[in-house]
């Protein structure tokens, strides 16, 4: 046998037992360590915790997502570097918070995780009343998996009459037995939120997270009472409906698209000259930037004053990458500027 031949038979024979095969040139370099994104954290409000940009919202789970995508969706959010999840007890009538305890415990990531979930809207434990509260919490710790949530929202648009001072005493007790760490509002006006403040100096746990809806074409939410009485009181800001029902990435552009959507009138609603020019204008933004029309939507919001970061729900983890690069945009002022003309003009 020549030497060449000799050669050829030794590459082509079968390694050892036991030795692993060398990888081919062309293969993808392996990376290691933690996420790229793990380094991006931002501080929310007073909590005491870090969070990353981009929080994942967990209400398709149960509902239009099945369990194995979910918890697809949250591995990629994790893996981009992610760290908070925002629920709710009454999405999908409690089937979210489950889907999201099981994954917590099967990858082991709970002290990893800042967990934020919202009661008062479930059926079962309905209000803001002291038992209701009790119960509710213990009901979402017992889907969840854990012994603590570590922002707690309370939903005052689900009850109207349970005093504030009432709900806030009860909610001393959810901190004080560990069970909470911290609380946030979602649905209160400027005067619930100073009435709060004033309570917090006798004692009462102060709210130290507001959660409103807010995104480009949706700004009345957050009005300028809101957003003084945010300010002053140092809270940090998590804007929710962030795409507008997805309005905002460009998918659904007629009417004959979201006919068959459970979202079909959410949807139709921007479907007008407004909601058209907005797209056009997010479209040139990310043809100019290299990055989809939600990331555009996300990297706007990271761009208002307060906004410390968004809420923003994934059918798929194709999703949670687009949504992740707009973490690193940086709109300029004229981009800001196109953007607020479109989305203003009616």
Sequence with gaps: MSAL??????????????????PHPSAPIPVFGPPVGSGLRAALGETGFSVFPLILGAAEFGWNV????????????????????HTADSFSGGRSEHILGQWLHSRGLRDDIVLATRVGAHPDNPGLGSVNLVRAVEASL??????????LFLDAGSDRSTPLEDTLATAE???????????????????????ARIL????????????VPFNILRRQDFDADLRL???AQSMAVVASHALEHGFLSGRHRTRTHTMLSAR???????????????????????????VPDAAVAVAWLLAQRLVTAPIVNAFATSQVEELVQGVGVRLSRSQLADIAKASEQR
């Design 5 to 22: 031949d000799a050669s050829a038979a030794g590459s082509n024979a079968a390694a050892p037992a036991g030795v692993p095969d060398a």
């Design 66 to 85: 099945d369990l194995e995508s979910s918890h697809a969706i949250l591995d990629a959010y994790v893996g981009l570097g992610g760290n908070a999840v």
């Design 142 to 151: 017992t889907r969840l998996r854990t012994d603590r949530i570590d922002v």
């Design 173 to 195: 007790w959810l901190v004080e037995t560990g069970k909470v760490r911290a609380l946030g509002a979602s649905g209160y006006t400027a005067a619930q939120l100073v009435d």
């Design 200 to 211: 917090s100096s006798a004692g009462f746990p102060r709210i130290t997270v507001l959660d």
């Design 229 to 231: 009485v945010a300010g």
């Design 264 to 290: 079909a009138a959410q949807l139709s609603a921007n479907l007008n000259r407004r909601g058209n020019k907005t797209l056009r204008v997010l479209d040139a933004v990310g043809t100019e930037l290299g």
